[in-house]
């Protein structure tokens, strides 16, 4: 569906709109500011104006998702917070078709994130870690949610699972074949809570 906009009355928020619902429809592969501009029905040189270059419009996307997370309501106790703006985070990529791939191919240093990231960073430091543990744990717990979900969104679509399996022999990879029921089975969601916990050691 094409949406027909002025260029003279387009904003870099209908740009990021569009290209979030190219996103779900078609796939990160498929995004590129000359779809985005089919899309509005506007040249490419109009979304350009507002978003420079493709790489500028991934990072505007990556903050748009994360603003999609909610920072009210939260537990009053540290420990629980941030157990639950991880799984608010984990939401917020699933809610869009790629969307772990497109935050990780993004460092954007923007509104949203720096938002989300301040909250983050603050629930560790309330439950009494040391800076450079609050900061660097904040890391490790992104960077895990972010692996899992692209390979949760990956999943979906490849059948993951199925290729693992008949890529191993009993005699050539006799751990990953014992384990394998435990490698390929069991819900992403509790995959994810075990990780978190596993990070969380303490919690």
Known sequence: MTNKQSPERLEPGTVIRAALELLDEKGLDALSTRAVANRLGVRMNTVLWHVKTKARMLELMADAVVGEIPLDALPDAPDERVHE?????????????????????????????????????????????????????????????????????????????????????????????????????????????FGLSAILGRD
């Open 85 to 193: 703006l991880a799984r608010r985070y984990r939401r917020a990529l699933l809610a869009h078709r790629d969307g772990a791939a497109l935050v990780v191919g993004t460092y954007a240093a923007e509104p949203h994130t720096l938002g989300f990231a301040e909250t983050f960073v603050a629930a560790f430091l309330d439950s009494g870690r040391s800076e450079r543990e609050a900061a660097w744990t904040v890391w490790t717990v992104l960077y895990f949610t972010l692996g899992l979900t692209q390979e949760e969104q990956a999943a979906e679509r490849q059948h993951l699972g199925d290729r693992l399996a008949d890529s191993l022999s009993p005699t050539a990879h006799p751990s990953l074949h014992r384990t394998l029921g435990h490698l390929t089975g069991g819900s992403f969601e509790e995959r994810f809570e």
